[in-house]
């Protein structure tokens, strides 16, 4: 590493501090998401409470904005920015038992992968994310979707306790009962918007001996096709057994044209699995299960996720049901890619279960009724073509946001 700037440290930084004037820079300013690409004043990688504290007030100090990274999987890229400051955890690895083994203990830089390997071990499932190089610390704070969902609830749902630094470079406790309302919001409101979470607390769920991993698809599907499925989807989610989670993508790629692929966790026997798929299966589509530990599940599902992507995508909550005509219209967003675009997709994220059983107003995740999550997205690879896949997701997404009611914060879009 090169020799950082002296006058940094004089002024009160602390930890590893990477500026554009590094050769580490260029590696250190990119997110999960390549789309994005933003170029901080410093960024400060934080290993303990003391090193956020300097950086917070040296930012205020100096009147530099602050931006918050963990995993970096942002996908509008708001834990970095132009010109300011990042506060980026990722060094903080810290994850423990505690409570007599009731409650798991885990500090802001762990990441999904992390998470699993230390409960997997120990025979605990987790209601984390997917993609294992997210940080279990953003994912929570947005609500936290995951293939544990409507069996275990969302990932805020477990959050017993935080601990975070202000914008005064205070440590604050938050729980039910120290700084309430604080507790309340960061259970769904959004990383990065009420200070630096530095670790956080969950009740762990019981210890479990397997489960199923359940993968779904159509083969060569039409338009039609595809919209059969929707109606199937959402019949099938009303009074569907809370034991089993899936995301569904209706898609096309350059590779397959149009194709209905999805992937679920079920928390029993995969014959159990079979008869709640069901419906799917006398709709033409192949499925295939699969009894495995949960902690090899969810390897399986993390292997499947590239190290980066440049896309744009985001997500509504779908509160009722769909017509034939709104469904072909669905169907027929992703009819055509844009130029450049290997990959475009609308995504049925399945909610409901224990999902539902905590009052919209307990927690900043208001949209506790919603039957599912549905997305839009396309990916590039070319950066030629960045903004002709921005522009084809635009008024798609118009289209679905007439149809659905609110946004999930975990799928930030930044033309709402």
Not at 74 to 95: A, E, F, R, W
Not at 302 to 331: L, N
Not at 363 to 378: C, E, N, P, V
Request: one cysteine or more.
């Amino acid at each position: 590493m090169l020799v950082i700037k002296v006058s940094l440290y004089e002024d009160g930084l602390t930890g590893v501090i990477i500026t554009p004037c590094q050769e580490e820079y260029e590696k250190a300013r990119q997110e999960w998401n390549r789309a994005v690409q933003k170029f901080p004043e410093v960024i400060v990688y934080c290993s303990q409470i003391s090193d956020i504290q300097n950086a917070i007030h040296y930012a205020r100090r100096h009147e530099m904005g602050i931006r918050i990274r963990s995993g970096g999987h942002h996908y509008q890229g708001y834990s970095t920015g132009n010109g300011v400051l990042v506060i980026d955890v990722s060094p903080m690895k810290g994850i423990r038992l505690s409570g007599s083994g009731q409650c798991i203990v885990m500090e802001s830089g762990v990441q999904n992968r992390e998470v699993y390997n230390f409960v997997g071990e120990k025979g605990y499932p987790f209601p984390g994310g997917t993609c294992p190089t997210v940080g279990a610390a953003g994912y929570t704070l947005g609500g936290g979707w995951g293939y544990s969902s409507r069996f275990l609830g969302l990932g805020c749902d477990s959050l017993k306790a935080a601990e975070i630094v202000n914008y005064e470079g205070k440590v604050l406790t938050a729980d039910e009962t120290c700084n309430p309302d604080l507790f309340w919001a960061l259970r769904g409101a959004g990383g990065g918007n009420f200070g630096v979470v530095t670790s956080l607390t969950y009740k762990l769920p019981p210890r479990i001996t397997a489960v199923t991993l359940v993968d779904l698809e159509y083969i060569s599907p039409g338009l039609e096709e595809m919209a059969g499925f929707l109606g199937v989807w959402q019949k099938w989610l009303v009074g569907l057994d809370p034991r089993i989670t899936m995301n569904i993508s209706m898609y096309n790629s350059p590779q397959d044209g149009l194709g209905i692929f999805g992937r679920g966790l079920f928390y029993g026997s995969a014959e159990e699995a079979a008869a709640v798929l069901n419906p799917f299966e006398r709709d033409g589509a192949v499925l295939s299960y699969e009894e495995l530990s949960f902690y090899q599940a969810m390897e399986k599902i993390q292997s499947s996720y590239p190290d980066s992507e440049k896309f744009q995508s985001t997500g509504r909550f779908v509160q009722r049901m769909y017509g034939e005509k709104e469904r072909m219209q669905i169907a027929g967003l992703i009819a055509e890619r844009a130029e450049g675009s290997v990959y475009a997709a609308v995504t049925v994220y399945a909610l409901g279960g224990k999902i539902q059983e905590v009052s919209p107003v307990s927690t900043a995740y208001f949209y506790r009724d919603a039957s599912y999550i549905m997305g839009i997205q396309s990916v590039w690879e070319n950066d030629c073509y960045g903004e002709i896949n921005r522009q084809w997701l635009y008024p798609r997404f118009q289209y679905i946001k007439g149809l659905t009611e609110g946004s999930y914060v975990n799928f930030p879009y930044n033309r709402l």
